[in-house]
T-cell receptor, first 119, second 115 residues
Framework: QKEVEQNSGPLSVPEGAIASLNCTYS??????FFWYRQYSGKSPELIMS????GDKEDGRFTAQLNKASQYVSLLIRDSQPSDSATYLC???????????????????FGKGTLLTVNP | KAGVTQTPRYLIKTRGQQVTLSCSPI?????VSWYQQTPGQGLQFLFE???????NKGNFPGRFSGRQFSNSRSEMNVSTLELGDSALYLC??????????????FGPGTRLTVL
C-alpha cells in the first residue's frame, strides 16, 4: 500500500511566524509532488508543485523536496490568518510511461494538516 | 477561462438508489480524475479518464463507475448506494494527464448524503 503521511495537527502559529508542514511518502518511484490548500467547505486549490530535489520558492511559500529521505515540506513565511486551512500533500505515483499512451497520473493524498494562524 | 464545474452541488439519496454526478473540465483539458473525500479516509482516488478511456482506477468496488464523452465532460455513477458512500466527490481536470509535470485543478465538488 503506497502511502502519504502528514502530521494531522492542528498546527497553531502566531501571525507573522513561519509555519512548517511536513509530508513523507512510501513510494520511492514517485516523481511529482504537490501541496494543496483546502478551506473548510471548499475544494482543494494548488499552492505549489515540486519535481526536483531542493527548494522551490513562490512568494511566501517554499516547498522542499528530498527524494532520498522521501520527504517533502512546505514553509509558509509571515503567516497570515487567511492561511488558516487544511494543507494536503499529494504525490503522483509511478505508473505507465506517458509515451505509451498510458497515464502516470494517480495522485495519492495525505490526510492533511490543519493550520491555524492566530492574530 | 472558466474553471472545473460539477453538478449537482448537493444530493440527498437513500440506500439502494443510484446516482450520477457530472463534471465539465477546464476548456482544453482532456484528463478528468475523480476523488472521494471523507473525514475518515481523506481524499481517495477513484479513476482517471483521458480521451474517453479509463486509464487509472483506484481501490473502489465495481458499484463506482464512470465515463468520459468526446467533449471531455465526464460522469461518475454509483449504484446501490450505501451509507458509507456519503462524501464529497471531487472532479479534477488537467491538460495532458500523461506527463509528470501536469497539474490538476479541482472543481467545487458534489456533496452526496445517503440516508
Amino acid at each position: 500500500q503506497k502511502e502519504v503521511e502528514q502530521n494531522s495537527g492542528p498546527l497553531s502559529v502566531p501571525e507573522g511566524a513561519i509555519a512548517s508542514l511536513n509530508c513523507t511518502y512510501s513510494d520511492r518511484g514517485s516523481q511529482s509532488f504537490f501541496w494543496y490548500r483546502q478551506y473548510s467547505g471548499k475544494s482543494p486549490e494548488l499552492i505549489m508543485s515540486i519535481y526536483s530535489n531542493g527548494d522551490k520558492e513562490d512568494g511566501r511559500f517554499t516547498a522542499q523536496l528530498n527524494k532520498a529521505s522521501q520527504y517533502v515540506s512546505l514553509l509558509i513565511r509571515d503567516s497570515q490568518p487567511s492561511d488558516s486551512a487544511t494543507y494536503l500533500c499529494a504525490v503522483n505515483q509511478e505508473g505507465r510511461p506517458a509515451n505509451s499512451g498510458g497515464s502516470n497520473y494517480k495522485l495519492t493524498f495525505g490526510k492533511g494538516t490543519l493550520l491555524t494562524v492566530n492574530p | 477561462k472558466a474553471g472545473v464545474t460539477q453538478t449537482p452541488r448537493y444530493l440527498i439519496k437513500t440506500r439502494g438508489q443510484q446516482v450520477t454526478l457530472s463534471c465539465s473540465p477546464i476548456s482544453g483539458h482532456r484528463s478528468v480524475s475523480w476523488y472521494q473525500q471523507t473525514p475518515g479516509q481523506g481524499l481517495q482516488f477513484l479513476f482517471e479518464y483521458f480521451s474517453e478511456t479509463q486509464r487509472n482506477k483506484g481501490n473502489f468496488p465495481g458499484r463506482f463507475s464512470g465515463r468520459q464523452f468526446s467533449n471531455s465532460r465526464s460522469e461518475m455513477n454509483v449504484s446501490t448506494l450505501e451509507l458509507g458512500d456519503s462524501a464529497l466527490y471531487l472532479c479534477a481536470s488537467s491538460s495532458r494527464g500523461g506527463t509528470q509535470t501536469d497539474t490538476q485543478y479541482f472543481g467545487p465538488g458534489t456533496r452526496l448524503t445517503v440516508l
